[in-house]
Nanobody, 126 residues
Framework: QLQLVESGGGLVQPGGSLRLSCAAS????????IGWFRQAPGKEREGISC????????AYADSVKGRFTISRDNAKNTVYLQMNSLKPEDTAIYYC???????????????????WGQGTLVTVSS
C-alpha cells in the first residue's frame, strides 16, 4: 500500500529555514515523480514543486521559486523540500504526493495519486 509520511514542519520566524522530508513506505520511490503541495487556511491545496524519478528535473511554482529546493535520495526512499527565506504567506500544511509515472507536469507530478497523509504544519511568524 502506497504511503507517504511528511515531517519537519514547525514554527519559524520570517526569513528562517526549514527542511521537510517525505518518506515512502510500501513502494519504491525511485520509479515515480514526487510533488510537494500545501494548503493554507481557507485556501485550496496547491502544488508548489515537483521532482522527476531520477532527480534530474525539477519545477517550482512562482511563489516559491528561488527560495525552495526539492531533492530526493532514492536510496533512502525519501524526498526533501529545503525552504529558505520563509515568509508568513508560506504558512500552511505541507503534503507530498506521488505521480503515477516518472515525470512532472509543471510543478506537479503527472497523474497525482491522491493518497494524502497527515501533512506537516509550517508556521512562519514572529
Amino acid at each position: 500500500q502506497l504511503q507517504l509520511v511528511e515531517s519537519g514542519g514547525g514554527l519559524v520566524q520570517p526569513g528562517g529555514s526549514l527542511r521537510l522530508s517525505c518518506a515512502a513506505s510500501g513502494f519504491a520511490l525511485r520509479y515515480y515523480a514526487i510533488g510537494w503541495f500545501r494548503q493554507a487556511p481557507g485556501k485550496e491545496r496547491e502544488g508548489i514543486s515537483c521532482i522527476n524519478n531520477s532527480g534530474g528535473s525539477t519545477a517550482y511554482a512562482d511563489s516559491v521559486k528561488g527560495r525552495f529546493t526539492i531533492s530526493r535520495d532514492n536510496a533512502k526512499n525519501t524526498v526533501y523540500l529545503q525552504m529558505n527565506s520563509l515568509k508568513p504567506e508560506d504558512t500552511a500544511i505541507y503534503y507530498c504526493a506521488a505521480g503515477s509515472v516518472a515525470v512532472c507536469s509543471g510543478e506537479m507530478p503527472l497523474g497525482v495519486i491522491p493518497a494524502w497523509g497527515q501533512g506537516t504544519l509550517v508556521t512562519v511568524s514572529s
